[in-house]
């Protein structure tokens, strides 16, 4: 029981790193909304997503507070979702200047 306790804390730490709140606060938002923060989220930041767990686990062995953690994942977060947003524009961009 006590794993699933840190498991939770766990990913309620990603996702307020990346979406700015628990799981919880999500359903408590969207209460009409069958799936939950992670079904709504988008494919940029399923992919953060991904990063940020396996970028987590090395903080953990770094015996990073969960604190500590939340910073360093927010900052991976906001750098990778921007990355991400702006190759998807500017391929979009690309895209459609080559199909003119």
Known sequence: MQSNYI???EGDLLNVALF???AKDW???HPDTKGNIRDEATIEQLVV???MESINALLIRQ???P???LVQ???VAIAQMKSLLANNV???LTNKTNNQ
């Open 90 to 92: 500017q391929g979009k």
């Open 27 to 29: 359903r408590e938002q």
């Open 7 to 9: 498991y939770a804390n």
């Open 73 to 75: 994942l927010n900052k």
């Open 20 to 22: 700015g709140m628990t």
């Open 63 to 65: 015996n990073l507070s």
């Open 49 to 51: 997503l991904s990063n």
């Open 67 to 69: 604190k500590e953690r």
